[in-house]
């Protein structure tokens, strides 16, 4: 057992003056039992605590860090913007090129909007789409996490779902009335909403991949089936590629898909670490946004000069090289070793990968949407996860999250880890 004393009297000190001592309620590793440990170092692939403990992480910052911690060209560019001002309150020209960014990597942009996180990305989306179609309800899904405003905390994913209160305290029924919530995967709910709400649904929200409940993938032709009845029916198609964008390939998910949503929402990796946040569509669509049109959003350290130039520096990078390839072998090297060491351990895993995301669900049962996740074996998870946290190996504390690979993990940490999983499994079958 490795030593966490001085996370322990850190964690110890930050409950007396922090609501259960975290700035956001997974890191508190309640879903798992124990207590976090405090980082105070992050580079390439690996994060060190406060007790000088090393791990591979597969966190990542739960989803900015693609390039690995601490990438020299980005801390590089945080400098040298750092110098000339950390905040000008008037347009910068950095904006602009992360806009350019934006819109040629994602062919349904047309324009963009940039704000400070993807809850605020989310909620913005939703406030334009109500205002540009002129209709008050939104379809959303079960599992799906689109951040923490009032009318999306309903059935949520993410912390929401990990602790059980998908529906917060402290959101007055009103404020959600007008959110109808369905099951993911399945049409037949996409088609009663509409039937049931003819000409008052302003549109559907979708992680297209939904990595807030772990992970699991839409059925062949589910995406389809949304923008096609989104289109009929007069709704825009919004896709919350908040963690998915940048990340399964340089046009997102809707890329890898070949879907064309209306409005996408972005944050995470477009800020290389900084706070960001984005969504963006069809220019006639965005220009209904103040100053040009009728539906109000704004923001004080929006298009901040230091997490313009984070983003762009990480967005360069990632385009430059060949990583969504590297990403998809790494994958599929987690992939083939973790489905062995859980056979040889004879213990019934469902592993679900895309890309650089992954998620290993305790359950025989295939998994495809919420329901299907909430079979996982979630005690067995939480001795998985502190036996891979003894074996250096950190993953996010929670069965509801998705787990991340980044262009700095290398293929002796990716053996590594499958090494330290097939150990820890075998202390998990009976
Ligand atoms: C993380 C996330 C959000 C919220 O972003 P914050 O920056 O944490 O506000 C919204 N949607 C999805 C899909 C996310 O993964």
């Known amino acids: 057992m490795i030593s966490r004393a001085k996370s322990e009297q850190l964690f110890a000190e930050a409950l007396k003056y922090i609501p259960g001592g975290v700035n956001s309620p997974v890191r508190a590793f309640r879903a798992v039992g124990g207590q976090p440990f405090f980082a105070t170092q992050a580079r390439g692939a690996r994060v060190v605590d ?8 597969y966190v990542g910052t739960w989803g900015p860090a693609i390039l690995g911690h601490a990438h020299p060209k980005i801390i590089q560019a945080i400098q040298r913007a750092a110098e000339s001002g950390t905040s000008f309150g008037i347009p910068n020209p950095h904006e602009v090129t ?42 959303k899904f079960e599992g799906c996490y689109h951040g923490h405003a009032d009318s999306l905390l309903v ?65 062949p032709g589910y995406l389809e089936f949304l923008r096609q009845m989104t289109r009929a029916e007069g709704a825009l198609l919004i896709f919350d590629e908040v963690m998915t964008g940048f990340r399964l390939a340089r046009g997102g998910a809707q890329e890898r898909f070949g879907i064309t949503p209306d409005l996408s929402c972005f944050g995470k990796i477009i800020g290389g670490g900084l706070p960001v946040g984005a969504f963006g569509g069809r220019a006639e669509i965005m220009d209904y946004l103040a100053p040009l049109g009728p539906v109000y959003q704004a923001g004080t350290l929006s298009g901040n000069p230091l997490a313009m130039v984070a983003g762009i520096t990480a967005l360069e990078e990632l385009f430059a090289g060949n990583a969504y390839e590297a990403l998809e072998k790494l994958g599929a090297q987690l992939e083939t070793g973790m489905k062995e060491a859980a056979k040889a351990a004879g213990v019934p895993v469902q592993f679900k990968r895309i890309g650089s995301m992954f998620c290993g669900y305790f359950t025989d049962k295939p998994v495809d949407n919420l329901a299907d ?46 090494k330290a999983a097939g150990k820890v499994m075998k202390t998990l079958s009976v």
């Not at 406060?50 to 992480?57: M, S």
């Not at 324009?111 to 008050?136: D, P, Q």
């Not at 067995?380 to 950190?394: D, I, P, S």
């Open 50 to 57: 406060a007790d000088g403990n090393e791990y591979i992480d």
């Open 373 to 418: 996740a909430m079979h996982s074996d979630r005690d067995r998870f939480a001795k998985f996860f502190h036996g891979m946290l003894n074996e250096g190996v950190y993953l996010a504390p929670s069965q509801f999250e998705a787990g991340f690979i980044s262009t700095a993990h290398t293929v002796a940490d990716i053996e590594r880890t499958i």
């Open 98 to 139: 992360m806009a350019k960014l934006i819109c040629a990597a994602v062919p349904s942009v047309q324009k963009v909007r940039l704000c400070n996180s993807g809850t605020e990305a989310t909620m913005s989306a939703i406030r334009l789409a109500r205002g540009f179609t002129k209709r008050e309800k939104i379809v």
């Open 155 to 219: 059935k949520a994913g993410s912390g929401a779902l990990t602790f059980g209160h998908p529906d917060s305290a402290g959101v007055p029924a009103a404020f959600t009335q007008h959110t109808i919530v369905v099951p993911f995967n399945d049409e037949a709910a996409v088609r009663a909403a509409f039937a049931a709400n003819a000409g008052h649904i302003a549109g559907i929200i979708v992680e297209p991949v939904p990595g807030n409940a772990g992970l699991y993938l839409p059925k």
